[in-house]
């Protein structure tokens, strides 16, 4: 079963601009095959594929590395460690991002129990008060 860009961009919620750059960028792990009128032909492997690239872009993995990916497999076998070495890279990336993260979100879960308390009290007017500047004279 064959699929145009169009299908392909309905079913990945990816733009026609998009799998078009995707492709020019070397994204995906097949070349596309063209129809008698020059249109991109997908296949269900194609859209399996651009599944996992939405995945790995909304994770912040570059588009370079995504690229350089998507070229082992083209490969094919022989390179399977690399791949692995470019997926730990990653997931180590995220590791450090899930951190921060979390962080963040103690930071804000605080402030929020702080704000909480102080409007319970009605003591809200008091936070973050700060001295007017002295006026030079």
Do not use: C
Request: charge should be neutral; glycine fraction near 6%; aromatic fraction near 6%.
């Amino acid at each position: 079963m064959t699929l145009t860009i169009g299908d392909v961009s309905a079913a990945t919620g990816l733009s026609v601009h998009t799998l078009r750059m995707y492709e020019r960028d070397g994204l995906l792990t097949t070349v596309l095959q063209r129809d008698a009128g020059g249109r991109r032909v997908y296949t269900e492997a194609d859209v399996q594929w651009l599944a996992n690239v939405r995945i790995f872009r909304s994770s912040g993995m570059p588009l370079a590395v995504i690229a350089r990916f998507a070229e082992l497999v083209r490969e094919g076998e022989g390179n399977e460690e690399e791949r692995l070495r470019l997926l730990h890279e990653h997931a180590d990336r995220i590791a450090v991002q899930q951190q921060s993260i979390e962080a963040a979100r103690e930071l804000i879960a605080a402030k929020i129990d702080s704000y909480e308390a102080h409007l319970a009290r009605g003591t809200a007017s008091s936070l973050w008060l700060t001295k007017p500047a002295a006026t030079p004279r």
